[in-house]
């Protein structure tokens, strides 16, 4: 969960304590010490985001952020994601072939035979 900020050096913080943080905001802070083959896959998803979160970016790319989840999960991660957005201000671009995802954000964009168009 911390290797990330090995990436992060210019950054001065207490990478277990951010790890710990972390994984409080995406719901597992419970499962600090389980293996990744003890986690769902909804938590080792929770997981990714959080590793993903580790540095603090502005902006986040996720591709296909709820590929192989059960309905329940999928809505728990775009709960997630949507919290992370508002809360640490991060930007996200999604990308997905889910329709109902794509739904549930601010702003959707199509891509067909590589053109762009902003949906409504």
């Known amino acids: 969960m911390t290797l990330p900020a090995l990436f992060g050096r210019d950054r001065f913080y207490d990478e277990r304590a951010q790890a710990d943080h972390l994984l409080e905001l995406v719901g597992i802070g419970d499962r600090v010490d389980a293996y990744p083959w003890q986690l ?29 989840l059960d309905e329940q999960t999928e809505m728990e991660v775009m709960a997630l994601l949507s919290k992370v957005n508002r809360e640490k201000q991060v930007t996200m671009i999604l990308i997905t072939h889910n329709l109902d995802l794509a739904k549930t954000t601010q702003r959707m964009m199509r891509m067909k035979q590589g053109r762009i168009s902003l949906e409504s």
């Open 40 to 68: 769902s896959g909804g938590q080792q998803q929770r997981v990714a985001i959080a590793r993903a979160l580790m540095n603090e970016p502005e902006l986040l790319l996720a591709d296909e952020p709820i590929g192989d």
